[in-house]
């Protein structure tokens, strides 16, 4: 496991887990604190090809502008988009399967599922499609043809949880060959077909970015301003 902080922020160890915390600041600057196991690595070794994660996790607020979460993916925005990325990957398809927090400010979904809030969301895409090369022809010319596209290339899933995420609660999400299983305090809470294709890295984090492509092909992203944030998690097991 590696720990990775831009300036100001920080990463604690407690009793029990792990305490990620951003600084106060405007939006001309990056913050994030990550916890990860593929530090380093190429994607085609990273270490997950199936998991069931669990942990106890609560945050500073309802909505931390920006993004957060736990679960697993394969990096795919590399130089472009961060989220604690390694600046010398190049960008892919997005495959990942997660309990993933969003502002107000992203819209990160391409088949118009749930995109904002507290999700259960997964994400399969193929190394490549042939759609892919219309789709990056289109993109200078019309964005919304291009976001068509990419939907029905990138296979997604998602479901939004009304949880309490700044009280302590049990998480646990279950990805195998057949099925991914979401759960909150042991109760099953979300299920989905829609299976990352391998393989994966683990991911624990919380920054101030976000990205944005609507359905009209409005395509954003970038850093917010904040005040102090931070995610912390206990009893962190992988099986």
């Known amino acids: 496991m590696k720990a990775r902080t831009t300036p100001g922020a920080s990463i604690d160890k407690t ?69 604690g990325a390694n600046r010398f990957r190049l960008p892919t398809l997005p495959n990942a399967v997660w309990f993933f927090g969003a502002s107000q400010e992203n819209h990160l979904s391409f088949r118009d599922k749930p995109a904002q809030g507290f999700l259960a969301q997964s994400f399969c895409s193929p190394r490549f499609h042939p759609l892919l090369i219309p789709a990056g022809l289109a993109l200078p010319f019309s964005r919304k043809t291009t976001r068509n596209l990419l939907g029905r290339v990138i296979g997604e899933d998602s479901s939004a949880l009304s949880v309490d995420v700044t009280q302590w609660h049990s998480y646990r999400l279950e990805w195998s060959a057949k099925r991914v299983v979401w759960y909150v305090d042991e109760l099953s809470v979300f299920e989905s077909p829609v299976r990352p294709n391998p393989p994966l890295g683990l991911v624990i984090w919380v920054d101030n970015q976000f990205a944005s492509f609507t359905p009209d092909g409005k395509l954003s992203f970038g850093v917010l301003e904040g005040r102090e944030e931070w995610l912390e998690i206990e009893d962190l097991k992988m099986q």
């Open 15 to 83: 009793e029990k887990g792990y305490l990620l915390k951003i600084p106060a600041g405007d939006s001309s600057s990056y913050r994030f604190a990550q916890i990860d196991d593929y530090f380093g690595l190429p994607r085609r070794k990273f270490p997950h090809h199936s998991l069931t994660l669990s942990l106890r996790a609560r945050t500073s607020s309802l909505s931390l502008p920006g993004t957060w979460g736990f679960g697993l993916w394969n990096d795919p925005f590399g130089m472009s988009l961060g989220f």
